[in-house]
């Protein structure tokens, strides 16, 4: 005779701001929950951009799933990567073949960089999402330098020395800023042939203006704290073209090519694989993104069980546009999701809707620089950047990261030197690949 279930059975797919607190809320629900994903750590995306431009390590800003979720007895994490959903079945399977049931379903898998249908633009101008996107990033970088030193035709000189960075939101702001200052002040004195402060740096933003998404006001601050710090914000420019020695930008005034060898994409976004499997298993509805269209209470349309959260979800806010990708975001929608599961679990099962409650943006653009939206009201300059610091370390998930990037930061600010400017992996160039002419 079977043995009638009686523990729900929630497995959420993700350990990113969303479905970490999901497993986190719900420590004392009588439930036995699964957490899979295919990397065994939480990663605090917002500082990717440091480790890109090595003002931080990964251990910085990644902390073990494991380890924070260790107190969470009714929480068993797998490493692995779902490949397929079987919703008629309620189980997901994943890339081994294994079959995991479930009762309720948590997908919180993030996105990707999009390039609009220009995947081979990906090899020469690579997107930040990940820690090996931060590390190949901060390769290349810094290998510009090292290329340029021994180069000795100005011309191939001046491409190792021209940075674009492709999406004037938040994450180009702050990647363009720190290249600036990494040439202008990080490297100072640090090379024989040539002077890292001659690197050109380029914002390439397609809409009218930087931080689109932020006031006006704030928008020509970061345009301007760039601007002093060494880059160009290029607003009314769409790229059409990126090869491995040149990018090519269309303006108004026409169209012009730019010889580079580093471009760095930050616009755009599109879901991952698992938002296909979901399509496949349920018929749900997606936006031109990839994102899974759902529901007021964060399900999806005919599957009341399979909730959808995070950067993978389309969620309408209040004035019908998209809630942005943002771990503020993810984190109050992981917090509705745990209360709509315990709430069904105690025999409520209307679930009023989800409503994001904004409490701000901000953006770091270098040492002393930041503009911050608390909506009620704005900062900039040195208190903007303090309260940009401060935001930042408290969102950090474990307290021993918080210390280590307080101290990294500090010490940065005194000695504006990069601590983490590693060359590891393989960059994927070379001088002599690349046609680097040098000396002797």
Not at 193 to 202: E, F, G, M, N
Not at 368 to 391: C, K, P, Q, S
Request: hydrophobic share 45%; with cysteine.
């Amino acid at each position: 005779m079977q043995t009638q279930q009686t523990t729900e059975r929630i497995v959420i797919v993700g350990g990113g701001f969303g479905g970490l607190e999901v497993a986190k809320r719900l420590q004392r629900a009588k439930a036995a929950i699964t957490l899979i994903d295919r990397r065994n750590f939480h990663l605090f995306q917002p500082l990717l951009y440091q480790v890109a431009t090595g003002a931080l390590s990964p251990a910085n800003i990644a902390a073990p799933l494991r380890a924070i979720l260790k107190k969470n007895k009714n929480v068993q994490v797998i490493l692995g990567e779902v490949t397929d959903i079987d919703a008629a079945n309620r189980r997901v399977i994943l890339t081994d073949g294994e079959e995991i049931p479930y009762d309720t379903l948590v997908l919180a898998a993030g996105v990707r960089p999009h390039y609009f249908g220009h995947e081979s633009w990906e090899a020469h101008a690579p997107g930040l999402k990940t820690i090996e996107d931060a590390t190949r990033i901060r390769a290349r970088v810094l290998y510009a330098f090292e290329a340029a030193e021994r180069e000795s035709d100005a011309a191939e000189r001046a491409k190792w020395l021209t940075f674009v960075v492709v999406g004037g939101g938040p994450t180009g702001v702050e990647m363009a800023g720190a290249i600036a200052e990494i040439a202008r002040h990080t490297l100072k004195g640090n090379f024989r042939t040539i002077d890292p402060a001659t690197a050109r740096v380029l914002l390439a933003e397609g809409g009218e203006r930087i931080l689109p998404s932020y006031p006006p006001e704030l928008s020509a601050t970061a345009a301007r704290a760039l601007e002093k710090l060494g880059a160009t914000p290029r607003v009314g420019t769409m790229v059409t073209e990126v090869t491995a020695s040149a990018v090519t930008l269309k303006t108004g005034a026409g169209v012009e090519m730019i010889p580079t060898r580093n471009v760095i994409w930050s616009t755009g976004i599109k879901a991952t694989p698992l938002a296909d499997a979901l399509q496949r298993a349920t018929g749900v509805e997606r936006d031109p993104a990839g994102r899974v269209i759902v529901q007021p209470d964060l399900t999806i349309a005919k599957y009341p069980n399979i909730f959808v959260i995070g950067d993978m979800a389309h969620c309408k806010g209040k004035e019908g546009k998209p809630l942005p990708g943002l771990c503020p975001v993810a984190q109050q929608q992981g917090r509705y999701v745990a209360g709509v599961i315990a709430a069904r679990a105690a025999g409520t099962s209307e679930a009023k809707p989800f409503h994001y409650f904004d409490k701000g943006t901000m953006a770091t653009i270098g040492r002393a620089a930041a503009v911050v939206d608390l909506r009620v009201i704005h900062f900039t300059g040195f208190l903007g950047w303090l309260v940009w610091l401060f935001v930042h370390l408290m969102t950090l998930v474990r307290f021993q990261n918080r210390i280590l990037v307080f101290m990294q930061w500090g010490w940065s600010y005194l000695t504006r030197n990069r601590a983490a400017r590693l060359i590891t992996g393989d960059v994927g160039l070379s001088p002599e690949s690349a046609g680097v002419r040098h000396e002797g």
